[in-house]
């Protein structure tokens, strides 16, 4: 039994990173991380020429971490909320998933998903709600998802997390005391943390039972 894990961020102390490791972590079963701002995935051209074998044409990462998922028996796969939308990098990854279902293929049909979303619209959860999709879409078995507010940006000096300006937060109009709750580049949320743990429990018996 084996899963994959998937950050689509391109910060190096990601909370998607970081969620998604400790829910394999906790599940006990064989993982590997994949880091997809570190290699070179292209979006979805729409040239068709998928439809006949079931395989992109373009000649970048993207089949290496397809072979590595349809070896697997889970995917993990988490990514941040940019405008109101999973990441570019995450997007052009589930976009070439396209390649993969023709003539009712569904390379990726069965396999056991986790979709790991940092979104601060609650109601929304755009971010979780794409990958989910897009995991239902290849005929994926969503077991769990989990969303965090993840990692607070000031967009109104430019200078994110480490605002120069002073008090990031105050920009926000947050209090103090939300600034600490907020001011965790590497903790992400307390009863995320739990929820995590409760997931990576729950993959570890569904997999080790079909030992
Ligand atoms: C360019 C950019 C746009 C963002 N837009 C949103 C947004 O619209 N909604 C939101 O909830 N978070 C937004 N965020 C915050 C990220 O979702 C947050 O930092 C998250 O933790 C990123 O995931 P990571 O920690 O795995 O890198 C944005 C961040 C960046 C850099």
């Given at each position: 039994?084996?899963?994959?894990?998937?950050?689509?961020?391109?910060?190096?102390?990601?909370?998607?990173?970081?969620?998604?490791?400790?829910?394999?972590?906790?599940?006990?079963?064989?993982?590997?991380?994949?880091?997809?701002?570190?290699?070179?995935?292209?979006?979805?051209?729409?040239?068709?020429?998928?439809?006949?074998?079931?395989?992109?044409?373009?000649k970048?990462?993207?089949?290496?971490?397809?072979?590595?998922?349809?070896?697997?028996?889970?995917?993990?796969?988490?990514?941040?909320?940019?405008?109101?939308?999973?990441?570019?990098?995450?997007?052009?990854?589930?976009?070439?998933?396209?390649?993969?279902?023709?003539?009712?293929?569904?390379?990726?049909?069965?396999?056991?998903?986790?979709?790991?979303?940092?979104?601060?619209?609650?109601?929304?959860?755009?971010?979780?709600?794409?990958?989910?999709?897009?995991?239902?879409?290849?005929?994926?078995?969503?077991?769990?998802?989990?969303t965090?507010?993840?990692?607070?940006?000031?967009?109104?000096?430019?200078?994110?997390?480490?605002?120069?300006?002073?008090?990031?937060?105050?920009?926000?109009?947050?209090?103090?005391?939300?600034?600490?709750?907020?001011?965790?580049p590497?903790?992400?949320?307390?009863e995320?943390?739990?929820?995590a743990?409760?997931?990576?429990?729950m993959?570890?018996?569904?997999?080790?039972?079909?030992?």
């Amino acid at each position: 039994m084996k899963a994959i894990g998937i950050s689509s961020s391109g910060r190096t102390k990601a909370y998607s990173k970081i969620i998604v490791k400790d829910i394999l972590e906790e599940s006990g079963i064989e993982y590997e991380m994949i880091n997809l701002a570190a290699m070179n995935i292209r979006g979805c051209l729409g040239c068709l020429k998928c439809a006949s074998n079931n395989k992109c044409v373009q000649k970048d990462d993207f089949q290496e971490v397809v072979d590595k998922i349809i070896e697997a028996d889970a995917l993990v796969f988490g990514g941040g909320n940019y405008y109101g939308m999973l990441n570019a990098i995450g997007h052009a990854f589930w976009e070439r998933t396209f390649s993969l279902r023709h003539r009712e293929s569904f390379l990726f049909a069965g396999k056991l998903g986790i979709a790991v979303g940092l979104d601060r619209n609650e109601d929304k959860k755009e971010a979780t709600a794409f990958i989910k999709k897009m995991m239902l879409s290849n005929k994926m078995a969503v077991i769990a998802t989990l969303t965090d507010p993840g990692h607070w940006q000031c967009y109104d000096c430019g200078y994110g997390h480490d605002c120069v300006v002073g008090n990031v937060y105050a920009h926000m109009g947050l209090t103090t005391a939300d600034n600490a709750e907020a001011n965790r580049p590497e903790e992400y949320g307390r009863e995320a943390q739990k929820e995590a743990k409760a997931i990576g429990k729950m993959l570890g018996s569904i997999l080790s039972a079909r030992k």
